[in-house]
Structures are given as structure tokens and as C-alpha cells.
């Protein structure tokens, strides 16, 4: 029996929803969780330490003793808070020590499945702050991706935003959603959406793009699985084939 594949996630200390990363996933691959500690807030200040490189590989090179198959970087904000280039710098610094193993990053992610839908301008539903939005919106328009409307949560930490209903999600996507958007984006690792957004999709009758979503979709391409699911919204239903690289 082949070994089940292992995505390695870089959690920060303060996410709740740590079982909402699973439910994207088939039964073949399991997801180990290594933590780092972060300032415990949601605004641009806390984000900005978050997304240290250094913070972020001390859980990698923890986790590197288990031997992922893929690590996969978490935090949605602190990603993009200082824009694609401290995203990379992120990203080099995992992967200078993963054994050479792919590594992945949740606006990364975001953004090449927004070009794999086609979705060129986006609505775009916050968990964070209009500051902190700003910064994800900016950091789309870098990738080429136009926001033509947008709504905040304005949550002020991970706590409040698991306590967001599903209703809640429901009503603030059909109040943000704009006609001239192809698809709807929400970001933040908080947030769960994995057995809700395919009646999301139906309401609003185009693709809803989420953090842990699109995070749990780029791993199983870096490990050349492509998962097929009809209950997981339009992203897994049409696979990473055609998508590049970004």
C-alpha cells in the first residue's frame, strides 16, 4: 500500500479552524500542522510582524523532520500584507529548508486560481479591516486582477470570524456581489467555506474563490493530484490542469 501524501501547513498560533483544511482534501492525503507564534490581532501592524520570514520558517524547520510532501503557508494577511515581494521572500525562506519539497502560499494560491476560472475582475468579501482589505486588493491589481466591488467583516481577531454564520456569509456575498464580477473572492485562512460554497456558487451563479480553498487546491497540484469533487465549488470540480504557475 503507497504511503498516504502529507501537505505540511504553516499555521499561525491563533487559527481556530484548523479541520477546515481536511474537508478540501480526498482521503489520500492528511495534513500535518505545524504552528508559529504571531502578535494575535488583525490589524496592518500585527499582520506586518505575522508575515516575518524568519517566524514563519521556525515551523517549517520543525516540521521538516516529518517530511511533508508539500508545506503550505496558511496565513492569508500576512501574505499579502507587504505584497508579492515579501510573499516570495516567505516562500524562499521555507524553502530553504524543505528538502527540496514545493512549496505553497495562500494569495499565491488565490491568484492563480482566479486566472484557472478565468476571473479577471472579482468582488471581493473581507474578514479584515477596510486598511487591511486595501492591502489584499492591491496585491490582486499587482497580478493583473481588477476588484470591482467590496465588503468588510472588519473582524478584530480569528475568534470572531469562526463565529461567523454561514447565513451571514450568504447575505453579505449577495449584497457585495457585483454584475460585472466573475467571481467572488474571500479571503483570510479563517475563514470556512468548504460545505457551503457550492450553494454559495449557485446563488450567485459564478465561482467563489476562499483562502483555505484555493491553499488546499495548489498543494494537491504540487503533488500532482488532481481531485475532482463535486461538492467543493467550481475550482475542484475543473481541476488545476489548465492553470500556470504563478
Known amino acids: 500500500m503507497l504511503a498516504c ?6 499555521w499561525p498560533a491563533d487559527g481556530r479552524n484548523d479541520r477546515e483544511f481536511w474537508n478540501w482534501l480526498p482521503n489520500s492525503v492528511s495534513v500535518l500542522i505545524a504552528r508559529y507564534d504571531v502578535e494575535g490581532g488583525l490589524k496592518v501592524s500585527h499582520l506586518e510582524k505575522d508575515g516575518e520570514p524568519a517566524r514563519i ?8 523532520h516529518a517530511r511533508p510532501d508539500v508545506f503550505a503557508l496558511g496565513d492569508c494577511a500576512a501574505g499579502f500584507i507587504g505584497g508579492a515581494e ?10 530553504s529548508i524543505s528538502h527540496g ?5 495562500m494569495t499565491a494560491s488565490i491568484a492563480r486560481a482566479l486566472e484557472c476560472v478565468e476571473a479577471r475582475i472579482v468582488a471581493v468579501l473581507s474578514p479584515y ?5 486595501e492591502r489584499f486588493e492591491k496585491y490582486l491589481c499587482d497580478f493583473g486582477i481588477l476588484v470591482g466591488a467590496s465588503r468588510c467583516l472588519s473582524a478584530r481577531s480569528e475568534i470572531e470570524i469562526e463565529n461567523v454564520s454561514v447565513e451571514w456569509w450568504m447575505n453579505e456575498a449577495k449584497a457585495v456581489d457585483a454584475d460585472l464580477a466573475d467571481a467572488l473572492v474571500v479571503p483570510g485562512g479563517g475563514v470556512s467555506l468548504s460545505n457551503s460554497i457550492s ?10 474563490i ?25 475550482l475542484f470540480r475543473i481541476g488545476f490542469g489548465n492553470a500556470s504557475k504563478t
Open 57 to 64: 520558517a521556525a515551523a517549517a524547520r520543525i516540521l521538516r
Open 129 to 133: 479591516d477596510s486598511e487591511v482589505t
Open 101 to 105: 519539497k514545493p512549496v505553497v502560499s
Open 210 to 234: 476562499c483562502g483555505p480553498g484555493a491553499l488546499m487546491w495548489a498543494a494537491l497540484s504540487g503533488l500532482s493530484i488532481n481531485h475532482a469533487s463535486e461538492n467543493r465549488g467550481n
Open 199 to 208: 450553494g454559495l456558487e449557485r446563488h450567485l451563479d459564478k465561482p467563489v
Open 86 to 95: 515579501l510573499e516570495k521572500a516567505q516562500i524562499r525562506a521555507v524553502s
Open 5 to 10: 501524501k502529507k501537505i505540511g501547513l504553516l
